[in-house]
């Protein structure tokens, strides 16, 4: 199978190709091509240990240049495409809207063109064994009242903010094409993801690198904002399940299935770095949470029901939310460098006009 791999340099994209490549049998997977424009989130240093490969490739390209992808479709003769790229920072759509547009919407419903005009050049055999899956979010769906049951595949999209619109308008182009010309597309929306190489900005990370400078740990209004997190890895092997045995036109919702308050997650990671990383003065990490003005249209709970997964697919998320974060803390204290070098290049884009601090994100 050759896999293009759209945001791949991205978090949860880099992460993918490591599963791809560290838990699947290398049989099944003849290349992965990674394509990227390296936006703020996305960083060569991401995919630095992938670049040893030979079945390796990346290509710093914006999906939006139809040519670039078409000629990469063609020349490697993809036979499946994982999207990942994308805006994702509620933040950041907030402050500058158009480019979550521009990435999101414009840039799948180009994706799509490029990818739907070479499947149409395929033989019969090769259509079939073509899969398109679009990585999505359970944001689109809005926020689900307390007493709600988690929402179903199929549900009614309700986003409140300028991201989680972009990501509803590109999941509707997908489904689309699909009804329209029969695009052989799946779409996955995933709960919020957290492990190794998230940016620092968001919440768990930012969280981690803040209590261990000793900053002030930012939250959001009174921390009752109900979130269900699932440790990248699990997503991963989510996704690989569903690019393998997915319907044709399905949505899969890929989350733990387990939600907890903003509050509660924070005072989880500050018992962590308390048992890990004492502070020198003896004294809690928890001291160091602040109550911050809400952002706007701040979402109370996302909740999204997992059976079909289980019950059509056979999967299930394993890591628990304990163990996920202590392997995180652990990863982010040794991995200081790296840090270091997507907040540089972050301040770089900032001098730029093309990066801006914003909070974090949840």
Known sequence: MKILV??????????????????????????????????????????????????????????????????????????????????????RSIDNPEIFVQSNVLGTFKLLESSF???SSLSRKEREKFRFVHISTDEVYGSIPLEAPPVKEGGVYDPSSPYSASKAASDHFVLAYHKTYGFPAIITHSSNNYGPRQHPEKMIPHMICNALEEKELPVYGKGLNVRDWIYVEDHCAGIWRVLNRGRLGGVYHIAKGKGMTNFELVQKICSQLDELFPRS??????????????????????????????????????????????????????????????????????????????????
């Open 6 to 91: 759209t945001g791949g340099a991205g978090f949860i994209g880099s992460n993918f190709c490591d599963y791809c490549f560290s838990n699947e049998p290398l049989s099944m997977i003849e290349k992965i091509i990674v394509i990227d424009k390296l936006g703020y989130s996305g960083s060569i240093e991401n995919i630095k240990e992938l670049q040893k490969r030979d079945n390796f490739v990346f290509i710093q390209a914006d999906i939006c240049d139809q040519k670039i992808v078409s000629n990469i479709l063609f020349e490697e003769k993809i036979n499946a495409i994982v999207h990942f790229a994308a805006e994702s920072h509620v933040d």
């Open 117 to 119: 005009h070479y499947v």
């Open 281 to 362: 003065s003896g004294r809690k990490y928890a001291e160091l949470i602040r109550f911050v003005i809400d952002r706007p249209g701040h979402d109370l709970r996302y909740a999204i029901d997992v059976a079909k997964m289980k019950n059509e697919l056979g999967w299930e998320a394993q890591v628990e939310l304990e163990d996920g974060l202590r392997k995180t803390i652990l990863w982010y204290v040794q991995h200081k460098e790296w840090i270091q070098s997507v907040l540089d290049r972050g301040y770089l884009l900032k001098r730029q006009g093309l990066y801006r601090s914003v909070g974090n994100n949840a």
